[in-house]
């Protein structure tokens, strides 16, 4: 369940200096009172906007809203077409079957979720769990969040949570390796991070997508961490429904005709379950990474030992 914002407040930090807060009706100040942070429909607003991508003019303006444009249709066949082109991917569901094991070893264990503006495949068993502290921000307002932040300054105490959660975010931050480390800083020791990333999949969320990797290239993203389990959660049949989608699209000039060369194409995605993992590891659409903090860092001399793809020599 989410975390009692009172509770939340010892642990929240000014994202410029790291110092403690002192939290007042309208707004919320440093300790030392050089710095304030606004308060939006009643979450605080924990940005440093002079070096964000956040824009503050716009986040107040549309009063927390997401810029991006998101579908909110819950019509019969809208639900009926995300029933068929996006099932239910069993390779996430192990995954965090695998860290709730990782979890329950702690007591009330406190679990950060970036980019928590709409709950992400998999980690609904985490926002049900009565032993479970959820921590959940994004960079837009939701009833998902309980503060708007930048993951590139986390507002959190260092060495406060015992695990994160950060799915399809990556992709979307300038500095992918500066949010990693933020990751690596607010985790307590041999705490927990889950991460799920894009490799080959076309641009989406427009201006607000940067970045790919390959699955080595995750690994030494996240080479500050002791490897637990990586692959695939998305292989190369699921990039070729991508493909055919964003093919389409370009070709008619059509977003909807897209989606329907998408439905008509779905069942490509399910060749993923039969390709063996070292070629799904070149082709991948998306891949995951699970590892523990750690205080040594993965060698770069070793990166190429680790690859796990067809293409060994």
Request: glycine share 6%; aromatic share 14%.
């Amino acid at each position: 369940m989410l975390m009692d914002p009172n509770a939340l407040k010892e642990l929240l930090r000014c994202p410029k200096t790291g110092q403690q807060l002192v939290y007042g009706a309208e707004e919320i100040k440093t300790v030392d009172g050089k710095y304030s942070y606004q308060i939006l429909n009643g979450k605080p607003v924990l940005v440093d906007f002079d070096v964000s991508t956040i824009e503050k003019e716009t986040l107040f303006k549309s009063q927390g809203k997401s810029i991006i444009k998101r579908s909110v249709s819950n019509s019969i066949a809208r639900k009926f077409f995300k029933s068929i082109v996006y099932p239910i991917n069993v390779k996430i569901k192990k995954n965090f079957e695998q860290l709730v094991k990782y979890f329950s070893t702690v007591k009330s264990p406190r679990i950060l979720i970036i980019g928590g503006g709409t709950i992400g495949t998999g980690s609904e068993c985490l926002y049900t769990s009565n032993t479970t502290e959820v921590i959940s921000f994004d960079v837009y307002d939701s009833p998902e969040i309980q503060f708007i932040a930048d993951a590139h300054q986390i507002p959190l105490e260092s060495n406060s949570v015992d695990g994160v959660i950060i799915q399809f975010v990556l992709e979307h931050v300038l500095e992918p390796q500066k949010v990693v480390d933020e990751i690596h800083r607010v985790l307590k020791d041999d705490a927990i991070v889950y991460a799920e990333t894009p490799f080959l999949q076309q641009v989406h969320e427009g201006a607000f997508d940067f970045t790919r990797f390959t699955e080595s290239g995750h690994r030494y993203l996240f080479r500050k961490f002791k490897l637990l389990d990586s692959g695939v959660i998305a292989g190369a049949g699921t990039h070729l429904l991508w493909s055919i989608e964003y093919f389409t699209r370009a070709l008619f000039r059509s977003w909807k005709i897209g989606k329907v060369f998408k439905l008509g194409f779905f069942w490509l995605q399910y060749f993923d379950k039969i390709i063996p993992d070292d070629y799904n590891i070149d082709a991948a659409a998306a891949v995951y990474f699970m590892g523990r903090k750690s205080d040594k860092s993965f060698p770069a001399n070793q990166m190429y030992k680790y690859y796990k793809g067809a293409d060994k020599k």
